[in-house]
């Protein structure tokens, strides 16, 4: 039987630790990052301006890897829309970009063992 040094041993449990926690979080919910907000879209009605804050808000998340693009999986969703004196309408998305549930990351935190 080979004894571990005490670095060592903590780097490995460490290790299986953050894994075990990373596989309960996919399991239980959802990875979810930080808040991303798209830019003032503006359109002639307000469903062309609904789409493109999504659509802008959807380019922005995606940033964070694939599968957080989905306006569908963010949680705290919030559209904030508006009508100009010309008639113009405006929309702002806002929401956290969230992987769909049970999905892992692509790219975990990699540890020395």
Known sequence: MRVRSGSTLKRSLSALLMTAAF???AIAGKYCGDPVESGLSSG???EEALTAAQQWWSSRAG???RGYESWDNADDRAMECSK?????FHCRATGRPCLPE???P?????FDT
């Open 23 to 25: 596989a309960s979080c």
């Open 44 to 46: 002639a009605t307000q």
């Open 63 to 65: 940033a964070l890897g």
């Open 84 to 88: 100009d004196e010309r008639g113009t």
């Open 102 to 104: 049970g999905t892992l």
């Open 106 to 110: 692509e790219h975990l935190p990699k």
